[in-house]
């Protein structure tokens, strides 16, 4: 997500972040770059943040989400795309960045931070309405659409990233190995 944000500052996108601490710090960092964020997530205010998203882009802002959610799992397409889509006649945009220096972050998405002297690059996917009907297919559809341009600029930089991480069940907690 870094290197998306950093190439799309001041252009009033609306974007969700948490409405915890640290969702906080989040929402300053991108409203004093040129975002518009709703605050909510999957298990707090989710529904009311992406109305938000959903009222901003019906008067034209437009709109960028993290499609597997705050949660995941990782690489795969939550159902928020789809309402956000369909209610706003807004259509996807896959794309995603690369760093050939890349520091790969022990978390269940193995969040990238470009390391020090990274060449950076950003790529975009073909745009595509969202059609009504099959949600699966269509979440597949952009799953599969998100993996093809993330193999492409990893391949611009001649990067390998590790595979996201794997839930693995730890007394009902969530964990991944």
Partial sequence: MVLPILAHLHENIVTMASRSKDGEIIARWLTRNGYVPARGSTGKGGRAALQDMIDHMRTGYPAALTVDGPKGPPRIAQPGILRLARETGGWI???????????????????????????????????????????????????????AITREVDAAVRVSPPPPWEPVADNGARRYT
């Avoid at 950076?120 to 799953?143: H, M, N, Q, S, W």
Wanted: hydrophobic share 35%; aromatic share 14%; charged share 20%.
């Fill in 93 to 147: 945009l896959p794309f995603t960045g690369a760093a050939s220096r890349p520091v790969f972050l022990k978390s269940w998405d193995r969040y990238l931070v470009p390391g020090p002297f990274s060449h950076c690059y950003v790529g975009y996917g073909e745009p595509f309405p969202v059609p009504e009907g099959d949600d699966e297919a269509t979440l597949t559809r952009i799953g599969a659409a998100i993996d």
